[in-house]
């Protein structure tokens, strides 16, 4: 009988532990009102919390990027499971402002800092074959937690109330995240099957037209081709969060229930599946940037729809092709800085395109909310995000004429 590969466990734990993650990031939708209506706090001072979150993040992953290099997976996961758990119960709790901002802005930031980079960064160096689809099981679980947590936090502000919801939602992480973390092992790549790995991945590189130079992370940012890509992780970013943590509040503010609302961005989580396994199927064969780009085009196209989005199934078909582009990035994201870097460094370089991705959020989010509170509109906010991501997509017909530099 042939022996199970070990890297299909270590995505197995992944795709939970980043399904646990969802909770925080699609959940922070769902509370906007009801904390806004405990407390008469504004829509962008208290999306600001979820900013603050995504920066530190972003600052955090660039020493989590240089950890996993050193010291592997398990005692980072471990830390992220603990700040997640215990950010959603001291949430429970807040009653300013400042508050919200500490308590979320430093949970979220820890356990997406210790669980987003050391999972794909462990994935990417278990495998050289069939990269591109196990890089996308993670995110299909980040999907699928999307799909219950709205509905999921919903049915229980409705049942319970927003502190209760918190401290239901403060055990998850406990029971899931810790204990699985336990079971994560340092990728073959730093231990003793490294030259053998590395033999391999000469040849998959050459396959597929690829730089065999493996760059540092001070190599990687003297060149072009890093900017361009952190811009394009940066449009991503801003675009996704913007919608991720406003939509429930545009649809309600156009008509539509609270109810049906949460479900619009649960569809989107849910379809958000099929783009992260059926995009990451597809860059196994026609590669990581050209698959970025068409998912980029997508994005920026239903960004345009949503401008004129007032009915319930115009929602749902912006949901639909919103989600599956969103969810078809995710896995690209560290495929693509693979391809054009290398692996070895991969923690470093990973951990400073995290912080290009969660910077465009930390814009994004609170963005569109102070534009609403100013204007009582979310327009100008989507027209923004509209242009960046139009530049996002240039910056992309560039990086597919990135020629090989073999060594």
């Given at each position: ?289 050209l698959a970025l780009n068409g998912c980029l085009v997508i994005i920026t196209l239903s960004m345009v729809w949503l401008l004129f989005t007032e009915e319930s199934w115009m929602f ?92």
């Amino acid at each position: 009988m042939k022996r199970l590969h070990y890297g299909w466990v270590v995505v197995l734990i992944a795709f939970f532990v980043v399904a646990t993650n969802s909770l925080a990031i699609f959940g922070f939708g769902v509370f906007l009102k009801p904390l806004i209506a405990e407390f008469g706090w504004e829509r962008g001072a208290l999306s600001s919390a979820f900013s603050i979150g995504l920066l530190i993040a972003g600052i955090l992953s660039l020493v989590s990027g240089r950890l996993i290099d050193r010291y592997g997976p398990r005692i980072l996961i471990t830390v992220a499971g603990i700040s997640l758990g215990t950010g959603f119960l001291l949430m429970s709790q807040v009653s300013a402002l400042w508050q919200v901002y500490l308590v979320w802005g430093f949970s979220v930031a820890i356990a997406i800092s210790c669980s987003v980079v050391p999972t794909n960064v462990t994935i990417a160096r278990w495998f050289t074959e069939k990269r591109g689809i196990a890089l996308a099981i993670p995110p299909a679980g980040f999907s699928l937690g999307g799909v219950i947590a709205p509905v999921l936090i919903q049915r229980l502000i409705d049942t319970y109330d927003w502190q209760q919801s918190f401290l239901i939602l403060g055990i998850i992480p406990f029971v899931i995240t810790v204990p699985l973390a336990q079971l994560m092992k340092r990728s073959p790549d730093q231990v003793e099957s490294y030259s053998r790995m590395d033999n391999q991945l000469v040849e998959d590189v050459q396959s597929m037209s690829l730089p065999i130079l493996e760059l540092s992370f001070n190599q990687a940012i003297r060149t072009r081709w890093f900017w361009f890509f952190g811009f394009m992780q940066f449009a991503f970013g801003f675009c996704a969060q913007m919608i991720i943590v406003h939509l429930p509040s545009y649809a309600t503010d156009v008509g539509i229930s609270a109810i049906v609302a949460a479900g619009i961005l649960s569809v989107s989580a849910g379809v958000g599946i099929v783009g992260n396994l059926g995009i990451g199927f597809l860059s196994d064969r026609i590669g990581g940037r050209l698959a970025l780009n068409g998912c980029l085009v997508i994005i920026t196209l239903s960004m345009v729809w949503l401008l004129f989005t007032e009915e319930s199934w115009m929602f749902y078909i912006f949901a639909v092709v919103f989600g599956v582009a969103r969810g078809g990035i995710i896995p690209l994201l560290t495929l693509v800085a693979a391809e054009l870097f290398g692996l070895r460094h991969l923690g470093s370089i990973g951990g400073a395109f995290l912080l290009c991705s969660t910077f465009g959020g930390v814009l994004g989010s609170p963005f569109a909310g102070f534009i609403f509170d100013s204007s009582g509109s979310y327009s100008l906010a989507f027209g923004i995000a509209i242009a960046i991501g139009a530049l996002a997509v240039i910056l992309g017909l560039f990086l597919l004429r990135y020629k090989s530099q073999r060594i």
